[in-house]
Every structure is written in structure tokens, then in C-alpha cells.
């Protein structure tokens, strides 16, 4: 990294702009932003999935990787017209799925979101990144330069999730909270 930050606050967003990585300004509302804002969440909630401790090595490895992943579309979506996630990257992602959902059993109901304390942090982290998926969309409807990639990636990432969170509630828990759509 050639340009390192040594004062935090720097006083050019005061008046409600911010920067995109091309020098452009822009409001701090601006889809644009939002839509940046929403991968940076995912990010940290898939964070916050790490910070449990006892995960199987694999989910850590894979979600790590995930955290990497995030900061370029991150850096794609900062600088308008930069490619940076790949379909490669989708790839990894389905590979990934399919190791995982491998040993699961199919599904015949509805999950709650839950199973322990990782798993939720889970499914919340996959429904953040549904969230960050919409807002790309959104942003790929008024601007023509959104990759499809990055669509892709995220529909994907939030599959993963699902799965891992399916993965997290067996190793915390043995088991999953099914929807119980009898239960009055």
C-alpha cells in the first residue's frame, strides 16, 4: 500500500461528501456509498462469525478468504469501473458450497435462524449480505459499469453462509431449529 494513513479524521466528509477511490465527490447518501457501506457490513459481520472460538479449521480458512474477497469488491465498487472480483471467485465460492453441504442433510423445512452463538452470527452475516446483493443491484440498475461478477459473488456468498451456518449449528449444537409451521 503506497499511501498510509496517519491521522484518522481528516474533516473532508464535515458537510455530508465523502470520496470515491477515483477523487470523485460524492454524497454520503449516494447509492454509490450505501452500497459500499453494505459489503463493509457483511465484512464485519463475517468478522464477527470468526471471533467465536472453536470453529472447524475449514470454516475459518474459507470465511478468512471471504474477508479478503469482500475488501476487493469493496475497492471495485469504490473506484466506478474497476474490475476486481472475478468469476473465479464465484467459482471458489461453489466449490466451497459443495464441501460443505456435502455431509449436510437435504432439507425438508424451513431453518430459524440460530443453532448457537457462531451459527447465528451466521445467518445474520448471510442476511447482511442478501442486504449488500440488493444494494448492488439497485446500484447496477442506474449505473451500467456494475460487474455482474460482483452480483454473483454475493448471491453466492450468502448461499455459503446459509451452509455454514448449517455446518456451525450441527458442531455447536448437534442440530438446527426447524420451522414449525404447526405449532399452535
Known amino acids: ?14 458537510k455530508g461528501e465523502t470520496g470515491l477511490g477515483d477523487g470523485k465527490r460524492v454524497s454520503k447518501d449516494h447509492l454509490r456509498v450505501e452500497t ?12 464477527m462469525v470468526l ?13 478468512v478468504e471471504v474477508q479478503h474477497d469482500l475488501f476487493d469488491l469493496g475497492g471495485e465498487l469504490c473506484i466506478p469501473g474497476h474490475a476486481a472480483v472475478t468469476s473465479e471467485f ?3 465460492l461453489e466449490t466451497q458450497l459443495d464441501q460443505f453441504n ?18 447465528a452470527a451466521c445467518h445474520l452475516a448471510r442476511t447482511i449480505s442478501r442486504r449488500a ?4 443491484v439497485s446500484l447496477s440498475v442506474l ?19 446459509f451452509v455454514i451456518a448449517r455446518v456451525l449449528a450441527r458442531h ?5 431449529v426447524l420451522w414449525n409451521r404447526d405449532r399452535r
Open 102 to 119: 456435502a455431509n449436510l442433510p437435504a432439507l425438508k423445512e424451513f431453518i430459524l435462524p440460530g443453532g448457537g452463538p457462531a451459527a
Open 51 to 63: 471471533a467465536s472460538t472453536g470453529l472447524p479449521e475449514p470454516v475459518v480458512d474459507c470465511l
Open 90 to 92: 464465484v467459482a471458489r
Open 133 to 136: 446483493e440488493r444494494r448492488v
Open 172 to 176: 455447536e449444537q448437534g442440530s438446527e
Open 1 to 14: 500500500m503506497g499511501h498510509r494513513l496517519s491521522k484518522i479524521y481528516t474533516r473532508t466528509g464535515d
Open 143 to 161: 449505473e451500467k459499469n456494475i460487474r455482474p461478477e460482483a452480483i454473483q459473488y454475493l448471491n453466492r456468498l450468502s448461499d455459503l453462509l
Open 36 to 47: 459500499i457501506g453494505c459489503v463493509d457490513e457483511t465484512n464485519s459481520a463475517v468478522g
